[in-house]
């Protein structure tokens, strides 16, 4: 609940008990990749018709008016879900693709430090072989064998 008033899915939920109808409400999600934002509720019904354009006659209809709209209202009802549902997965990709994008990140800088470690392990080892031949070489020295 935000500033008193429901807000998203619970709010068309509430909003249907309270008597305002089914339907008349669906939750959209804001389509910008990366950003968190409040879903933004859009208006299903009732429709508004489109102003008819100047001396435009009416179309002509093989069904009687109440079944066409019945049947029209189902049909758009069903695009405006299926928009709903498909706006709804691609915000969902983009948000798994951002999270496999940082996890590569994250990936990068490891195998980064590992090389950086594996550098410094050989390193080492590079001069300890480095020291064992100058201290031989001592030793050979300091026993008069040259």
Known sequence: MRNGRETGVAGSIGGWHRGQGPARQAAARNSQAGTERE??????LPISPPPPPPLAHPPGLQLAP???FAEL????????LYGLLYESLAAESRQRLAHMEHALDRLDETVGELALKRNALRQEKIVEEIEVILS??????????Q
């Open 39 to 44: 879903p933004k509720l859009k208006r299903l």
């Open 66 to 68: 109440a079944r066409f």
């Open 73 to 80: 209202l189902d049909q758009y009802l069903l695009a405006a």
């Open 136 to 145: 031989s070489e001592q030793a050979l020295r300091q026993s008069g064998v």
